[in-house]
C-alpha cells in the first residue's frame, strides 16, 4: 500500500551557504534545491531558487535547522561551499568572461562568468541585462552567487 503523504514528498539537496546581507551580516545556512529543475535541464541550483518569483528565500540554520525567511533583496551575495553550477560530467560550453564588480557596500570582486549564449549576445553587458537578479560569479575564494541590484558597476578584467 502507498502512503498518501510520502506521494506528496519533493526530494530535495542541501546545499551550505553563507549569506551576506546588505545590513553587514554574515549568516551561514543551509538552502534547499529541488532535484530536478523546473525552467532548465538538470538539477535545480541555487541562483535558480534566488531568481525565483518568490520574495522570501528560506534558510535553515547549519547547527538547529532552524527556518529563517531571508528577504532576497536585502542579500548582496551568497558564498556556496562547492560549485553548483555544473552536474559531474556535464561538458562546459559556455564563454568565461573574467570581471570585476565592485558593490555597494564598495567591495571589489573579481572573477569569471559564465555566459552561455550565442556569440553575438556575449558580452559582459548581455550578460548583466538578461534579466536574472542573481548571477554566478566564480572567484579565487570560491563560487559566489551575486544579487545584481548591489552591483554599482564592471568592467571585463585585463588579463596579461
Same mark, same amino acid.
Given at each position: 500500500?502507498? #502512503?498518501?503523504? %510520502? ?23 543551509? !538552502? ?16 535558480? !531558487?534566488? #531568481? ?10 547549519? #547547527? ?19 560549485? %553548483? &553550477?555544473? $552536474? ?16 555597494? %557596500? ?8 559564465? !555566459?552561455?549564449?550565442?556569440? $553575438? ?7 548583466? #541585462?538578461?534579466? $536574472? ?14 544579487? &545584481? ?12
Amino acid at each position: 500500500m502507498v #502512503n498518501e503523504q %510520502d506521494s506528496l514528498v519533493v526530494s530535495k539537496r542541501e546545499v551550505r551557504v553563507v549569506l551576506q546581507l546588505s545590513t553587514g551580516q554574515r549568516v551561514p545556512g543551509v !538552502v534547499h534545491c529541488n532535484m530536478r529543475s523546473a525552467v532548465h535541464h538538470g538539477r535545480e541550483r541555487v541562483k535558480d !531558487v534566488l #531568481n525565483g518569483l518568490n520574495a522570501m528565500l528560506p534558510v535553515h540554520g547549519v #547547527n538547529d535547522g532552524k527556518c529563517t525567511l531571508f528577504n532576497k533583496s536585502y542579500i548582496e551575495i551568497v558564498e556556496l561551499d562547492e560549485p %553548483d &553550477l555544473a $552536474e559531474v560530467g556535464e561538458t562546459d560550453l559556455s564563454d568565461h568572461r573574467k570581471v570585476v564588480l565592485v558593490l555597494a %557596500d564598495a567591495v571589489q570582486l573579481t572573477g569569471t562568468i559564465l !555566459v552561455s549564449t550565442p556569440p $553575438e549576445r556575449a558580452r559582459t553587458l548581455d550578460f548583466l #541585462n538578461r534579466g $536574472e537578479r542573481f548571477f554566478y560569479l566564480e572567484t579565487a575564494q570560491g563560487s559566489r552567487v551575486i544579487a &545584481l541590484q548591489h552591483v554599482v558597476c564592471a568592467r571585463d578584467h585585463d588579463v596579461e
